[in-house]
């Protein structure tokens, strides 16, 4: 069954505004990971967090992990039209495969 | 000087054909992916290949078997194609002593059954 579930499914911003997607896992995770994928490309990896970590940033890039909740989220702030693409979480189980969500559809309009 | 390379890129065929899908890696990474997406988007593992051995191996259709010549490639070979096997796949690679933790895809195959 699908374990990562992203939210929301789909995302249209103004250019400048900051983006939030969110991310829920199931399982208990070593690490989670955001990946990007432009239309008709394969993923790009962004940034990943531990399971001991609850923030971390990369420039424009900002992820939170609460593990009591199983989430994450994603934030992209002062987003150009050059973001969008689709955003996808990755949760990683000790050594098992990686489980990707659906994925979140970020417009950004110029 | 593509880190990960798949050909071909665009697969139309007819059902109950057998194709290949090849896959390379120039990262000296030790374990390979093979991914299949949906129309949805959705991303399912089908295999990995650590060190020329399977490690993982999704309930997916004894149909599709991946073979590895050398640690560098991982081919997909689909046996009697049908139509839900239309879909993006997607090849990847990652490295264990840089914790296994990133995957480096290829730019996809996308395979459309007829």
């Known amino acids: 069954s699908q374990q990562g579930e992203e939210d929301p499914q789909a995302l249209s911003i103004q250019e400048g505004e900051n983006a939030t997607m969110n991310c829920s896992y199931k399982?208990?995770?070593?690490?989670l990971q955001w990946y990007r994928q432009n239309s008709g490309r394969g993923l790009v990896h962004l940034i990943l967090i531990r399971s001991n970590e609850r923030e971390k940033h990369s420039g424009r890039l900002r992820v939170t992990l609460d593990t009591s909740k199983k989430s994450s989220s994603l934030l992209i702030t002062a987003s150009r039209a050059a973001d969008t693409a689709s955003y996808f979480c990755?949760?990683?189980?000790?050594?098992?495969?990686?489980?990707f969500g659906p994925g979140t559809r970020l417009s950004v309009l110029p | 000087d593509t880190a990960v390379s798949q050909t071909p890129k665009y697969l139309v065929t007819q059902m109950g054909n057998d194709k290949s899908i090849k896959c390379e890696q120039n990262l000296g990474h030790d374990t390979m992916y093979w991914y299949k997406q949906d129309s949805k988007k959705f991303l399912k593992i089908m295999f990995s290949?650590?060190?020329?051995?399977?490690?993982i191996n999704e309930t997916v259709p004894n149909r599709f078997s991946p073979k590895s010549p050398d640690k560098a490639h991982l081919n997909l070979h689909i046996n009697s194609l049908e139509l839900g096997d239309s879909a993006v796949y997607f090849c990847?690679?990652?490295?264990?002593?840089?914790?296994?933790?990133?995957?480096?895809f290829g730019p996809g195959t996308r395979l459309l059954v007829l």
């Open positions: 990847a690679s990652s490295h264990p002593l840089a914790g296994g933790e990133t995957q480096y």
């Open positions: 399982t208990s995770i070593n690490n």
């Open positions: 990755a949760s990683n189980n000790y050594g098992q495969n990686f489980v």
């Open positions: 290949y650590n060190n020329k051995e399977l490690i």
